[in-house]
Structures are given as C-alpha cells and as structure tokens.
C-alpha cells in the first residue's frame, strides 16, 4: 500500500568537478594523480506535490572501477558518458515509493539495461562495478532528498513507518541458515542513535615513502606531512591501511614489516592488509601470515583484518578461502557489488564485508542488513571520498558499527579539495586524536548543510 510520504524523481541536474592528487596513488597495477568528482542534484515531488532537492557525489575512481589496459582517457570518458545517460534516466523513471524501493527499482531494471546498451560495439565492456559507481550519486540523492522532503535525517526512514516493503522483499537468508527478515527493516541493524566521533583509517600507499631512505626528492612542499611518522604524529593516527602488491611475497612481506616497525615506534595499535585484488591462490596470504606470527608475532597481532586479496569477479574465481579467514577476518570490498555476492562469499569462506556509498546507498544498506544478519562483520572503505562525497560515507560508518572506526584518507591526496566543505564541517576533513568527528553534519537528509557551502559548481551536464 502506498504511503503518503512517497516521493518521485522529477529533475536532476550533473556537474563533473576535476581534482588533482599532491601525490600519486597506486590502485592495483595502476597510478591515480586525477579524477573526476560527479555531483548531482536530483529534484523529488512528494504526493501533495511539494518538492526538494537532495545532493549526491562520487568520485569516478576509473583505475579501481574499470581495471583495464585501455587508456585511462578513453574508460573515463566512458564513465563521463554514462553519468549523462544515466540523467535522464533518473528523471524519466517514473517510480514512486521510498529511495530503498526506488533505488532498488533503478537498479534491476534501468541500470542494467543502460548498461547493456552502453556497452554495445565496445571491444572490452564496462564492468558493472563502473556502473554502480556512476550510478551511487544519483541514487545517494534520492535518498536525502527524501529526508529534505519530510524535513528529518534520512536514516530516521529505514523503518516501516517511512517504508513500504520489509527487507523480505528484497533479501533471502543463506541456505540453512536461521534467519527471516520478515517483518524487519534496515534501521533494525542500524546503530541509532549515530555516533559522532570514529576512528580514522590512514591508508599507506604502495608509492607512499616510509623513511628518508625512501624518498625521492619529487614529493611536493605544501605543508602536508610526507613521511609516515610524521602523519601519525600531527593526526594521533592509530589505525593504519598498508597497500600491498600481491605478487610479490618478499616485497609485501618487508613492506609490511616495515610499517609494523614505524606504527609500533609511534604507538600506533591497528594494521590492515590490502593486496589489490592480485591474489590467486590463498596460499600466497597465509605464506606472509604464517611468516609474520612467528618472526613478528606483535605485527601479526596488530592485523585486525585482511581486505580482497583475491579478484573482483567472484562470481568466476570462486577461490575457497577459509584457510585465510581461518587466520584473520577476511573482507569482501571489490567482490561485495550487492548482497547476492556477499552470500556467495559467505560460503566461500569469507567473514566480513567492506561496505561503500559509492555502490549506492541503497545497496549498501542491503549489504548491511544481510551480513549483519547472518553474523558477519562490517567496515565501511573510502573511494579517496572529497567535499560532499565524504558526508554519506562518515554516516554510513557511524551507523553501521563497523570492527573499527572508518577509512578515510581525501586529506592525505587531495586535501584543498574540501577546503569549502571544511569551512563548514572542519572534523570531517582532517583527522585530530586519531579520529574524525561528525558533530557538525544536522537537519535533515544526509545534513550537508549545503546552502552554507561556498563553493562555485561549473555549467550542469
């Protein structure tokens, strides 16, 4: 039945905004220094026909979402391409209902199709990862739109008051496992109310230098830290992400010690492992582990969880890989496109899930949803999210209860990006005490505060 508080999209409007990395960031086997941002504004009319405007961002991070040897012009191109289409796509949908519903409609049927469309005559396809990408900022739109509407938070909607449909509609249970989401709705696993401070995850590049025997004499004089102790020290971090190659044991496993050795020297007390999604046989993961715990057994210990060593399509690698997750939790990040593959990765050996807006707010909180329910456990990654893309991201951490804190790490490789968002929201984009602090995101959507904003958006797509 129908509620009174539905809405339907009925404009949206695209901006494409440039940012320049200070120093390069090595995704896989390829180097980032520039990408793309696409903002959207998508205008929503409730049923008695008032109307708001809700905001949406993700950067089109082309190297992690299109993994490829084509030229990084020609897949970003393509990407740009995509966000038009899927425009007008938006505003000749025509559904109705709450954003879960309406981003879950969008992306069963008219994603996939533009998709298919799109990738016509193309000698290699678009993967569908780009697409979600593409497809995230419209869809977080809609759903602070939404909230705009009813003047409340958008997470305060993830209940049956706001919400047509249980998550029976959209999720089944694993096989044999007791579990029913009848009845339930995503804010039953939600953490509310949010917590306004978290943990900040530094992420230590694989080009990043670690000493002064490691540097170049290339790296920018900005202000910024450039050595690892010295971002510990100015951001009290105590979490930190180590970027590793996959392919390459002794020089993943010397990296690795490497950056245990500084963490420990600064009193840092978290590491996480991210092999790129290079690894094809576990016995390359638990090779470095098993290494590890007798040679280093406190760097062992500091490892609170190993993320995708394996390839993105997990649908055609299905690796079995409770040998590793027998070992340290192992997270689903490139393979977890929705809850479909978060079940096959379950029963693959998997035991947690790294959660991103940038695959749709709406898909994120199925995701959510499914491995809460069946015991697994979250974090939520970033995309090197800037300026308004940052906002969703922190709120879906602090709502989800992750294993620890939040990835977030735009202020180490673009950090004037924000500088307008940061006038307004200045915990959000740098890291003090180790943490980021929220208190400033209030009213009603996702809390922007955008009309505070004083930033010049370029002519609409």
């Not at 939520?380 to 922190?394: E, F, G, I, S, Y």
């Amino acid at each position: 039945m129908p509620k009174d508080t539905d809405i339907r999209v009925v404009d949206a409007a695209l901006y494409f905004l440039p940012v320049y990395t200070r120093v390069p960031l090595k995704f896989g086997t390829e180097t980032v220094t520039y990408v793309t941002c696409a903002r959207v504004r998508v205008t929503v009319e409730g049923a008695d026909g008032r109307r708001a405007d809700g905001w949406g961002e993700t950067p089109l991070s082309v190297q992690w979402v299109w993994p490829s040897a084509l030229s990084y012009d020609e897949r970003h191109e393509a990407l740009k391409a995509f966000c038009v289409r899927l425009k007008e796509a938006w505003i000749a949908l025509g559904e109705s209902g709450h954003p879960m519903e309406i981003g879950h409609a969008f992306q069963e049927g008219p994603l996939k199709g533009l998709m298919e469309e799109a990738n016509k005559g193309r000698d290699e396809p678009m993967p569908w990862l780009a697409a979600l990408v593409c497809c995230s900022a419209f869809d977080i739109a809609v759903h602070d739109a939404y909230g705009v509407l009813h003047g409340v938070p958008t997470y305060s909607t993830y209940n049956a008051e706001y919400m047509n449909q249980d998550l029976s509609a959209y999720l089944e249970p694993a096989e044999g496992a007791e579990v029913s989401f009848a009845g339930l709705y995503p804010e039953d696993f939600l953490v509310m109310p949010r917590v306004d401070t978290l943990p900040a995850w530094h992420l230590v590049g694989g080009l990043d230098p670690l000493d002064e025997s490691e540097l170049t004499g290339d790296e920018p004089d900005d202000g910024y830290p450039v050595l690892l102790r010295d971002w510990i020290q100015r951001d009290g971090l105590n979490c930190l992400k180590v970027k590793l190659r996959g392919n390459d044991a002794a020089w993943d496993h010397t990296r690795l010690v490497k950056v245990g050795e500084i963490a420990i020297e600064n009193g840092v007390e978290w590491l996480t492992t991210d092999f790129n999604c290079t690894v094809t046989d576990p016995a390359y993961v638990n090779g470095i582990l098993d290494q590890l715990v007798i040679a280093h057994p406190r760097i062992y210990g500091m490892i609170l969880y190993v993320e995708q060593p394996f390839p993105y399509d997990l649908e055609r690698h299905r690796i079995d890989v409770h040998s590793v997750s027998a070992r340290k939790p192992l997270f689903m990040d490139e393979s977890a496109h929705d809850w479909h593959l978060v079940r096959l990765g379950r029963s693959l050996g998997w035991t947690g899930v790294a959660l991103k807006t940038c695959k749709t707010q709406t898909g994120a909180l199925l995701s959510l949803c499914w491995a809460k329910a069946h015991g697994m456990t979250l974090m939520v990654q970033d995309l090197t999210n800037p300026m308004l893309a940052q906002v969703p991201h922190v709120l879906l951490a602090a709502h989800a209860g992750t294993i620890m804190g939040v990835e977030t790490n735009a202020m180490q490789f673009y950090p004037e990006a924000s500088e307008a968002e940061a006038k307004v929201h200045p915990g959000l984009y740098q890291r003090r005490d180790g943490q980021v602090s929220l208190g400033t995101i209030d009213g009603p959507g996702f809390g922007y505060r955008v009309d505070e904003i004083e930033r010049d958006l370029p002519g609409a797509e």
